[in-house]
């Protein structure tokens, strides 16, 4: 799966740069952050942070760690990370999640995740509702992913889409929401090109699906709408409506297209969506192994549910 640097999955205490070499050095009282020698600092003791194109440190607040206000990094424009910072500036704690508030009873913590299921389930049903389905449309349960045309591990995953489909062709359809990834270059034309075919035809949406996963090496982003157009020789859609909605970034078509495939990535990136693909089975987010056995599972107890 591609992913971003993973510095989430880190907690690291790191000291900032002293006046030569690196040290904890005693607090001056000042309270401004030195954002720049924080990040220089980053990038020395972790060392996949210096191919990263932006790392950028949000306000600084108050937290309820004595001795530490609370901030965000937020590396490539996307991947963000909690941190916590030593109230003289000199010491950053990158946490694998804010800190946890462990005050509430075993009854309040089931009760907000029941409820953070349902606004995620909901979220995601949203989203679906504008998509084409594969597979039966009144199935009892949906499978979504999150992909990106460009990315190879969601070229790989289809194959085990289509054995899910397979096994359980009357409990689960498959809805694909859209991802394209900021270094894809050819990913998000080729989504709005989808979703231009979508527009007349859902037939055509997953032709074109189909097409650029199983002619992914052959596509730039050059020739992506001209490969799009040969893709769907033959289906049944008016062409040159089609290219309009494709290439004139002034139409409304265009625009509509264009914000179907945005609001699918932020829809992504509020449900916590890091790397493609990432797969939801009504509303859960499957973690782990990826198997037609694992996701058989889900799909057997949603279903009884």
């Known amino acids: 799966m591609p992913r971003i640097p993973n510095v989430a999955a880190l907690v690291l205490a790191i000291c900032v740069l002293a006046s030569s070499g690196l040290a904890c050095a005693q607090s001056s009282g000042e309270t401004d952050l030195d954002r720049e020698r924080l990040i220089e600092n980053l990038k020395l003791q972790i060392p996949q942070l210096r191919q990263a194109q932006s790392i950028t440190v949000g306000p600084v607040t108050s937290s309820e760690v004595p001795g530490f ?31 946890v508030d462990a005050s509430r009873s075993i009854a309040e913590v089931q009760a907000e995740m029941d409820a953070e299921a349902e606004e995620r389930e909901a979220t995601l049903s949203e989203a679906a509702g504008a998509m084409p389905v594969r597979g039966a449309a009144d199935a009892p349960v949906t499978m979504i992913a999150f992909s990106d045309f460009q990315c190879p591990y969601c070229k790989q995953s289809t194959s085990l ?8 062709p009357e409990q ?20 709005i ?20 996963f199983a002619n992914q090496g052959q596509i730039t982003e050059a020739n992506v709408i001209d490969q799009a157009e040969g893709f769907l020789q033959g289906a049944d859609l008016d062409m040159a409506q089609w290219r309009t909605c494709a290439t004139d970034e002034a139409s409304g078509a265009h625009q509509t297209a264009r914000q179907v495939v945005e ?6 990136e509020q449900l916590g969506v890091r790397g493609t693909p990432t797969f939801f089975i009504d509303g859960e987010l499957m973690q782990g192994p990826r198997s037609v056995e694992s ?9 009884s549910e």
């Open 69 to 99: 206000r609370q901030t965000t990094l937020t590396i490539n424009n996307r991947n963000q990370v909690p941190a916590l910072v030593r109230d003289d500036g000199q010491q950053l704690l990158l946490l694998a999640a804010p800190p």
């Open 263 to 268: 609001q699918a990535l932020r829809t992504g």
């Open 161 to 168: 889409i289509d054995a899910v489909l397979d096994a359980y």
């Open 295 to 303: 996701f058989g599972a889900r799909i057997e107890a949603a279903a």
């Open 172 to 191: 689960v359809n498959f809805v694909f929401l859209h991802f394209p990834l900021p270094n894809h270059g050819w990913a998000k034309p080729a989504s």
């Open 193 to 212: 090109a989808a979703q231009c075919a979508a527009r007349q035809s859902d037939d055509a949406f997953w032709t074109l699906h189909d097409a650029y």
